[in-house]
């Protein structure tokens, strides 16, 4: 895709010990006067990253320790486990058979925040797992050694100004409209969509932001390649009330050859697009997305084939306490790439519905899925002989954000 480009996004010493003696003078309580209310506690404030789009909230006020000439860092974590059942489940990418019920984490990760001065940084270490909609379950271990490794997001931060950063390192993809772990993300899974898109790329990535709009734009390895030749961007308008209207898109400005668990060639060497629109209205908050994926036919490497997908996630505040997260997505395919997975020309639909418990740093969820697969290609759908088109997944998390 040689042919692609992102555009990226104060008076004298007596007069000034005149008005300090008249404002202490003017500041002193009448005599039998009740003493002046204590000024409010300042509001909590999280740590930037990593992101969190809710109903989950992070800790609002993470340890903090001096660092010495390094400063101020800040530091919180997430431990979580989780339950799950599902029904005609297949195999693996490895060969090995899915069970109907696992019991393991989703994360033990401590994260460290750098968030003052022109150098700053962000780490995130630990082990996780990211269960996704249409596809084979695999353990934390397992998700974590083949995916990002146990340091799976962190780079430096150059701040020179207010309107500008660069950040350098393992980056949190601009893609999509859900993140990559799920403590981030209004689900416990991801979806249908998100398994077309970037997760985690390492490279170098410009922001920039100013009134309404923030710009970013970035030259990365695409889907974690080591192929330095993607080049991304996101455009972000906020309006008034709060509402954002986003546009984000990736494409590989070489042939990348590389084909791992964690990177497929297909869509590494395509392009991806996404039309992101979020509305808050109070309690509820609703993002609709499209989203459009290309793989070019590169002989020996990669086959032709589009998809097209369209999805839509709300949550629900009923109190500070519970709330309610749901998602619909609907994707299509065309040309010869099996790009979705279950065969040439097919396409997939799916509805999830996540209740979710929070109070301090303890959370608990609870999730419940369908995913109905059509036009699929016997044998690369779900269950053992891969010839069901549909899987129902029940998931239980709890977990605490420190």
């Known amino acids: 895709m040689t042919t692609l480009k992102l555009w990226l996004c104060a008076g004298s010493a007596s007069a000034g010990l005149l008005f300090a003696s008249a404002a202490l003078a003017d500041d002193q309580p009448p005599a039998g006067s009740a003493p002046a209310a204590a000024p409010a506690a300042p509001q909590p404030t999280p740590m930037p990253y990593p992101a969190v789009s809710g109903p989950l909230v992070a800790n609002g006020s993470p340890a903090t320790f001096d660092a010495g000439p390094i400063g101020k860092i800040m530091i919180d974590g997430v431990v979580s486990g989780f339950v799950i059942g599902q029904s005609n489940s297949g195999f693996d990418a490895f060969g090995n058979r899915n069970r109907d019920f696992y019991g393991d984490i989703t994360n033990a990760q401590i994260i460290l925040n750098k968030t003052d001065g022109p150098v700053q940084f962000y780490l995130q270490v630990g082990a996780y797992d990211l269960p996704s909609l249409g596809t084979p379950y695999y353990k934390a271990k397992t998700m974590t050694d083949n995916t990002y490794g146990y340091a799976p997001q962190g780079f430096i931060k150059l701040v020179p100004n207010s309107a500008v950063n660069i950040m350098v390192g393992a980056l949190p993809t601009l893609i999509g409209d859900e993140y990559t772990f799920s403590f981030e993300n209004m689900n416990i899974e991801r979806g249908l969509l998100w398994n077309q898109e970037p997760a985690v790329s390492k490279g170098v990535q410009v922001n920039f932001t100013s009134g309404p709009w923030a710009i970013s734009g970035a030259v990365t390895d695409g889907y974690y390649s080591d192929d330095y030749t993607a080049l991304s961007g996101l455009i972000t308008y906020t309006f008034k009330n709060t509402d954002t209207l986003a546009f984000a898109a990736e494409g590989n400005a070489g042939t990348a050859h590389v084909a791992t668990f964690a990177t497929p060639i297909q869509q ?135």
């Open 268 to 402: 590494n060497n395509g392009q991806i697009y996404n039309l992101i629109y979020t509305h808050n209205m109070g309690p509820l908050t609703i993002s609709p997305y499209l989203q459009y994926n290309n793989s070019p036919n590169i002989p020996g490497v990669s086959s032709s084939g589009d998809t097209f997908g369209v999805a839509v996630l709300a949550k629900y505040q009923f109190n500070p306490m519970w709330s309610l997260a749901g998602r619909f997505e609907y994707i299509s395919s065309s040309g010869p790439a099996n790009l979705l997975g279950y065969g040439v020309g097919s396409d997939a639909w799916s509805i999830t519905v996540t209740p979710t418990f929070q109070k301090g740093i303890f959370f608990a969820r609870a999730e419940f899925s369908y995913t109905g697969i059509g036009s699929g290609t016997p044998g690369l759908m779900f269950g053992s002989a891969g010839v069901n088109d549909t899987q129902v997944r029940a998931l239980g998390e709890a977990g605490l954000m420190f």
